[in-house]
């Protein structure tokens, strides 16, 4: 089918966080790497993330997080995406999603716990996210 | 001198306007009951003679129209997301000037269906899905509207992937396939759509309502008569390159059933610290209050509004206007015609209807308090820097308190979110041109133009 061969992702800063910068550098980034973006900008709400999701039929939503809320704002989140019939979406998860030093093996466990696919540390950068969400997704190169 | 007749045959009146458009000037205007059971003609004929004893014989050169009888332009429509391809369908079928009587999202029952044929509609538009988005839920409409007999034209504006497969499910019905209306996220494409309700519009709803009989003496353009004021609103607001428009406006029409807004302005974010939610609506948009109209819909302005802000606002007591609205909902037609208690009712019920139905077409602003201190949330269109409000409607017409009423339509401390006009201009449309002029528009733009800033009366301006 035209128009679908490439992979699409939502992405967004989620809750109240207005951090700009990374979601944009990430938009073009994704973009530039073959995805078909739908970015939802800053002071994403879960229900925003699910509706763009499902008009676009996405494969992949992913969450930024930098003020440090994350944990609080992205709970739910896969509750919410069953519910709206998006059955096993992958959801991935970055920025600064929790405040302070916390060691990020257990931060990471308990957002595989929320039911996120993947959690990654602060400093990831945009080639390493576009390479796990490769592999995530099953495509090749 | 060079004579245009233009024709609105509106669901109770029809009405005339004789233009000479060499001169720029309203030679006349006239009305009479619309005559849409036995003969459009009789009705027609009867508001010509009362034009003719005017404006003397005319031979007129052009003579166009627009119809809002025989209940208007009826849609359904069905889309995915309430706030996404669901909100894109209602604001093209209000847009080309369609009455939404069922609007649909996910995926179609059993019941829904059984719905649809109840309410027949004069068009069903079905989306769903953005390009290459989902397209699980249109199939599965398609598929379900197949089962009903082919009685109404079905619109394709989705997903373009799932186009051609819909069309083929849906082969024993006419259907049209147009462009997504809404190709991307967030990405607006409604006018394709828009012409193709329009072209329908004549193709086949003219017939079937009656209306061609009346064609033989009509030149040209036969559109939803919203769809006139829209074209007359849009051509007010922009202007043309010869003649200057006034601007960004807001334009309410308050009726006795329904009301409509009407606002041309962009209303983006305007500060740095505002973050846009929702998706972005269109310059010339259009929103229709169904539950809210001083006599048919009375009940939902007092739903609205509560019956003891209208009774305070009127000066009568609960009871009373209580009574008094209980009247009116079973004598639609009848008007205040001096009685002070009315006169006084009214005014509070238009009052009421412009305030709800302008709340419900601007934007609201939601102040949010993060970790850095205030953000501001904005989701539909903000208003708050439009300087000019028309009004237009009987009620609003022909009563004193026009520029009170209108008032309704500005800013108010009260709803502080809502983003609607802080210091305007109130023009009256006294002579109820604008369907006309919005006729006139397609040929005489300059002319159209120049003829409402003359006609359209100006009211105070407050800051
Ligand atoms: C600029 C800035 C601001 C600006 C933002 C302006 C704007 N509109 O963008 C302002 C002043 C508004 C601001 C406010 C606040 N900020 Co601030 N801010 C920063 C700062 C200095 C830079 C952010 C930035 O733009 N970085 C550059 C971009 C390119 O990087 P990035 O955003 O991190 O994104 C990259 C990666 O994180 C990653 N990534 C992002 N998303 C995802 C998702 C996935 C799945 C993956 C794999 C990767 C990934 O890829 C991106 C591109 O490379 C950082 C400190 C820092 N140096 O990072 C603090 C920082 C983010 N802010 C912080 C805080 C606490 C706040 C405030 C709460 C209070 C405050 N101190 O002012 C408020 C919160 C406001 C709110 N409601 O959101 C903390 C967060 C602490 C935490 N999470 O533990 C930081 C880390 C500073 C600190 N060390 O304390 N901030």
């Known amino acids: ?141 | 001198m060079k004579p245009i007749l233009l024709i609105d045959f509106g669901s109770t009146y029809t009405k005339v306007t004789a233009v000479d458009v060499e001169a720029e000037v309203i030679l006349g205007t006239a009305q009479s009951f619309t005559t849409i059971q036995t003969d459009i003609n009789d009705g027609l004929n009867g508001a010509l003679k009362l034009l003719e004893a005017k404006t003397g014989h005319l031979q007129y050169e052009k003579c166009y129209a627009c119809s809002s009888a025989a209940g208007g332009l009826r849609m359904v429509t069905s889309g995915l997301v309430p706030e996404l391809t669901s909100e894109a369908a209602k604001l093209a079928s209000l847009g080309a000037g369609a009455k939404v009587v069922g609007l649909y999202s996910f995926q179609l029952t059993e019941d829904d269906l059984q719905n649809i044929q109840a309410l027949k509609p004069d068009i069903f538009l079905l989306v769903g899905g953005t390009d290459g988005g989902n397209t699980e839920c249109i199939l599965h409409n398609a598929r379900m509207l197949a089962t009903l007999p082919p009685k109404f034209p079905i619109i394709i504006a989705g997903n373009r992937t799932a186009a051609r497969e819909c069309a083929r499910i849906l082969k024993d019905h006419p259907v049209h396939v147009c462009p997504n209306v809404m190709p991307k996220f967030g990405v607006l494409n409604i006018e394709p759509t828009q012409q193709k309700i329009r072209q329908i519009f004549l193709d086949r709803i003219v017939q079937a309502k009656g209306l061609s009989k009346a064609t033989a003496l009509l030149d040209d353009i036969l559109m939803p008569t919203p769809s006139a004021v829209l074209q007359a609103m849009e051509l007010l607001s922009k202007g043309t390159e010869e003649e200057s428009g006034i601007g960004d406006l807001v334009a309410v029409d308050v009726g006795g059933a329904t009301t409509d807004v009407y606002s041309m302005a962009d209303g983006m974010p305007q500060g740095m610290n505002t973050v846009y939610k929702g998706i972005p609506e269109p310059f010339a948009k259009r929103t229709v209050e169904g539950d809210i109209g001083m006599r048919y819909s009375i009940r939902g302005i007092v739903e609205a509004a509560g019956i003891r802000r209208i009774a305070s606002m009127a000066g009568l007591s609960e009871d009373r206007a209580e009574e008094l609205v209980t009247y009116l909902s079973q004598n639609t037609d009848r008007v205040p015609d001096g009685d002070s208690e009315l006169t006084a009712l009214d005014y509070a019920l238009a009052s009421c209807a412009v305030e709800t139905a302008v709340a419900r077409h601007a934007g609201t602003m939601e102040e949010t308090y993060t970790l850095m201190g205030l953000t501001y949330v904005q989701s539909g269109k903000n208003l708050t820097h439009v300087k000019q409000i028309i009004v237009t409607g009987g009620s609003l017409i022909h009563t004193e308190n026009t520029e009170k009423i209108a008032r309704h339509a500005q800013y108010s401390p009260a709803q502080p979110a809502s983003l609607r006009p802080k210091a305007a201009d109130v023009w009256v449309d006294r002579t109820y041109i604008l369907a006309a002029m919005g006729l006139l528009s397609a040929h005489y733009p300059n002319v159209a133009l120049r003829i409402m800033k003359k006609e359209l009366e100006k009211h105070g301006y407050s800051e």
């Open chain 1, 1 to 141: 089918m035209e128009n679908r061969e490439k992979k699409v992702l939502v992405i967004g800063v989620i809750g109240a966080d207005v951090h700009a910068v990374g979601n944009k550098i990430l938009y073009h980034a994704f973009t530039e790497a073959g995805f078909e973006v739908v970015n939802l900008g800053v002071m994403v709400s879960q229900e925003e993330y699910i509706a763009a999701a499902i008009e676009s039929n996405a494969d992949a939503i992913v969450v930024s997080s930098l003020y440090g809320q994350g944990e609080l704002d992205c709970r739910g989140l896969r509750e919410k995406c069953d519910e709206a019939g998006l059955k096993g979406i992958p959801l991935v998860v970055g920025g600064n999603i929790v405040i302070g030093k916390q060691k990020f093996e257990d931060v990471e466990k308990r957002f595989h716990d929320m039911g996120f696919d993947r959690a990654f540390p602060p400093g990831t950068s945009p080639e390493t996210t576009i390479e796990a969400l490769r592999e995530l997704l099953h495509m090749e190169g």
